[in-house]
T-cell receptor, first 114, second 111 residues
């Protein structure tokens, strides 16, 4: 399967702990996006990369959140000092640089902060 | 902030019937996309319509776009139980490559 993959699929952590999620995009896709989705809502944009450059960060992304995409391949999203309000589904998507604007989503990582 | 607003919030129909979902948005767009999400899963792209298009078809899907009213509709014909899912419209303004999603419509298709 050459789709977008995310790891882990589920993460339960205690408040105050750090967590890191990984996303592997479709190999030829230059753009990679992170979204957060809470129950009953649509995905909300967090940040996106073009190759290894992080081009935009949402104001939703507090300084406890950091994302990287070394070498323009996989990406990681780290949340430090997790809070209960961080509980959500974290979705990764990728797309081609030019042409199609369609985004391909991974299955998501569901984070529960207890 | 979420630009798109779908209507209705929930829709329940019988298998074989058509399902119509509406989306309104606030700012000028480059294109509008519809996605489907099965419970607890990632989103799947269904169809994209550009701002200079008025109607587009893909299989059992028909999407329309009215830029003067800033609205779009998605029609699923001859619905199946497998169409049961949440449907989201998302707008792309071209300014920074991000999609802005609505809150979604929950579609239930009864067998």
């Amino acid at each position: 399967d050459t789709g977008v993959s995310q790891d882990p699929r589920h993460k339960i952590t205690k408040r105050g702990q750090n967590v890191t999620f990984r996303c592997d995009p479709i190999s030829e896709h230059n753009r990679l996006y992170w979204y957060r989705q809470t129950l009953g809502q649509g995905p909300e944009f967090l940040t996106y990369f073009q190759n290894e450059a992080q081009l935009e960060k949402s104001r939703l992304l507090s300084d406890r959140f950091s994302a990287e995409r070394p070498k323009g391949s996989f990406s990681t999203l780290e949340i430090q000092r997790t809070e209960q309000g961080d509980s959500a589904m974290y979705l990764c998507a990728s797309s081609l640089l030019a042409g199609s604007y369609e985004q391909y989503f991974g299955p998501g990582t569901r984070l529960t902060v207890t | 902030s979420q630009q798109g607003e779908e209507d209705p919030q929930a829709l329940s129909i019988q298998e074989g019937e058509n399902a119509t979902m509406n989306c309104s948005y606030k700012t000028s767009i480059n294109n509008l996309q519809w996605y489907r999400q099965n419970s607890g899963r990632g989103l799947v792209h269904l169809i994209l319509i550009r701002s200079n298009e008025r109607e587009k078809h893909s299989g059992r899907l028909r999407v329309t776009l009215d830029t003067s009213k800033k609205s779009s509709s998605l029609l699923i014909t001859a619905s199946r139980a497998a169409d049961t899912a949440s449907y989201f419209c998302a707008t792309y303004t071209g300014a920074n490559s991000k999609l802005t999603f609505g809150k979604g419509i929950t579609l239930s298709v009864r067998p």
